[in-house]
């Protein structure tokens, strides 16, 4: 194997280590394992080359003085890299585990906890990069590295969409293929949602409540994360279970994919054959879930229960005393509220009003009363809120 493939399988691996330990902790088995295989790829880089360099240059990622091609791993890295300030990274020879450890754990480290400055170590430079004009006005390729004065970056919305769009493409693809996707960056996108949460809580959750176009399933996913994760953050759930509970909404409709797309985007009712198959949706999803590596069983769980109703009248059918998670209920509700607020080719969004007498007649039949009471009061506060705005 070649030095670069060896850089980029190190990179490819410190990302799914910096996604597991941002959602399981980094004492976490699972991190040990990744963060070994990392360290293993790049003391193999640097047996053969005398250190190397990391670069972002114009959002590019840039080895060793080469451009590196913009693939969707490389993307997240380069992305990773400047939220957190960092614009260089020079590896050197002698880099020990403990090194590699500390830099997966402040990759992990929580955007609202990044006030904390990531150190360089004996073996691992880190620093931001500036690109000088020339006088004739064209970029000199003169990066220069300043390791003490980092840069801070803040993630914008339309950037989390980007990335969402780029990670759902990938997992579409896999799907489709009869493949395993990369859970990693599903759950970066996640993890981005609750970190802007913490910062502009209000404006993104905004967004999800009003908006009124019809846009692809990663969309319809995206709000269903967000308003899950606004229920489960007004309920107090923090931590590495509220990650979950988006990283199960993102994935609560993969099963749509196996659905011919003459049946989804119908514009007249389904026949009773087609909604035969539409309701085959949940169980295939929850069994690609199943057997894709690195999946949360709450995922596989919601991408079942989705569909099930409160009162267990839904599909699939279950046993009379299915206890149904609490995670599948609000994925219920936000699935509910988003499609009744999209515009579909059928038919025009409808006003929140009538969504919330609508979801208010279904309280205790179709949707959980508690959680329906509570989803409605966030709706309620932050419309109130915008008209007295």
């Given at each position: 194997?070649?030095?670069?493939?060896?850089?980029?399988?190190?990179?490819?691996?410190?990302?799914?280590?910096?996604?597991n330990?941002?959602?399981?902790?980094?004492?976490?088995p699972?991190?040990?394992?990744?963060?070994?295989q990392?360290?293993?790829?790049?003391t193999?880089?640097?047996?053969?080359?005398?250190?190397?360099?990391?670069?972002i240059?114009?959002?590019?990622?840039?080895?060793?003085g080469?451009?590196?091609?913009?693939?969707?791993?490389?993307?997240?890295f380069?992305?990773?890299?400047?939220?957190?300030?960092?614009?260089?990274?020079?590896?050197?020879?002698?880099?020990?585990?403990?090194?590699?450890?500390?830099?997966?754990?402040?990759?992990?480290?929580?955007?609202?906890?990044?006030?904390?400055?990531m150190?360089?170590?004996?073996?691992l430079?880190?620093?931001?990069?500036?690109v000088?004009?020339?006088?004739d006005d064209?970029?000199?390729?003169e990066?220069?590295?300043?390791?003490?004065?980092?840069?801070?970056?803040?993630?914008s919305?339309?950037?989390?969409?980007?990335?969402?769009l780029g990670?759902?493409?990938?997992?579409?693809e896999?799907?489709?293929?009869?493949?395993?996707?990369?859970?990693?960056?599903?759950n970066?996108?996640?993890?981005?949602?609750?970190?802007?949460f913490?910062?502009?809580?209000?404006p993104?959750l905004?967004?999800?409540i009003?908006?009124?176009?019809?846009?692809?399933?990663?969309?319809?996913s995206?709000?269903v994360?967000?308003?899950?994760?606004?229920q489960?953050m007004?309920?107090?759930?923090?931590?590495?279970?509220?990650?979950?509970?988006?990283?199960?909404?993102?994935?609560?409709?993969?099963?749509k994919?196996?659905v011919?797309?003459?049946?989804?985007?119908?514009?007249?009712?389904?026949?009773d054959?087609?909604?035969?198959?539409?309701k085959?949706?949940?169980?295939?999803?929850?069994?690609?879930?199943?057997?894709?590596?690195?999946v949360?069983?709450?995922?596989?769980?919601?991408?079942?229960?989705?569909?099930?109703k409160?009162?267990?009248?839904?599909?699939?059918?279950?046993?009379v005393?299915?206890q149904q998670?609490?995670?599948?209920?609000?994925?219920?509700?936000?699935?509910?509220f988003?499609?009744?607020r999209?515009?579909?080719?059928?038919?025009?969004?409808?006003?929140?009003?009538?969504?919330?007498?609508?979801?208010?007649?279904?309280?205790?039949?179709?949707?959980?009363?508690?959680?329906?009471?509570?989803?409605l009061?966030?709706?309620?506060g932050?419309?109130?809120?915008?008209?007295?705005?």
């Amino acid at each position: 194997m070649s030095n670069v493939l060896h850089i980029l399988d190190f990179i490819r691996i410190l990302l799914s280590t910096v996604a597991n330990a941002t959602l399981y902790g980094t004492e976490h088995p699972q991190v040990t394992r990744l963060s070994k295989q990392a360290f293993e790829h790049l003391t193999s880089a640097l047996e053969i080359r005398h250190g190397f360099s990391v670069l972002i240059v114009e959002n590019e990622l840039v080895i060793d003085g080469q451009p590196c091609d913009g693939n969707l791993f490389l993307q997240r890295f380069t992305h990773i890299l400047a939220t957190r300030g960092i614009g260089s990274l020079k590896f050197l020879p002698g880099i020990q585990r403990s090194e590699v450890d500390a830099f997966v754990s402040g990759l992990a480290r929580h955007q609202s906890s990044e006030s904390h400055v990531m150190a360089s170590s004996d073996h691992l430079r880190l620093g931001h990069v500036d690109v000088r004009s020339s006088s004739d006005d064209q970029m000199a390729a003169e990066p220069v590295i300043n390791s003490t004065e980092p840069v801070a970056r803040s993630l914008s919305l339309p950037d989390l969409s980007r990335l969402e769009l780029g990670r759902f493409i990938d997992v579409y693809e896999a799907v489709k293929n009869g493949r395993h996707f990369k859970i990693s960056g599903i759950n970066e996108a996640v993890s981005g949602f609750i970190n802007f949460f913490h910062q502009e809580g209000r404006p993104l959750l905004e967004i999800a409540i009003l908006r009124d176009v019809d846009e692809y399933t990663f969309t319809h996913s995206a709000n269903v994360c967000i308003l899950n994760l606004a229920q489960a953050m007004a309920l107090g759930i923090d931590g590495p279970l509220l990650n979950d509970i988006g990283l199960a909404a993102m994935m609560h409709d993969i099963g749509k994919l196996y659905v011919p797309e003459e049946i989804l985007t119908k514009k007249d009712k389904l026949t009773d054959e087609e909604f035969t198959i539409m309701k085959q949706h949940p169980v295939k999803g929850a069994r690609h879930l199943l057997t894709n590596p690195g999946v949360p069983r709450l995922a596989v769980t919601a991408a079942y229960e989705h569909h099930l109703k409160y009162n267990l009248s839904g599909y699939p059918r279950v046993s009379v005393d299915w206890q149904q998670n609490l995670c599948s209920h609000m994925t219920m509700i936000s699935d509910f509220f988003d499609a009744l607020r999209t515009r579909r080719s059928y038919r025009e969004p409808m006003e929140l009003q009538e969504i919330s007498t609508i979801m208010t007649g279904m309280m205790g039949t179709d949707l959980h009363p508690a959680l329906t009471g509570n989803f409605l009061q966030i709706i309620s506060g932050l419309t109130s809120a915008t008209k007295s705005g």
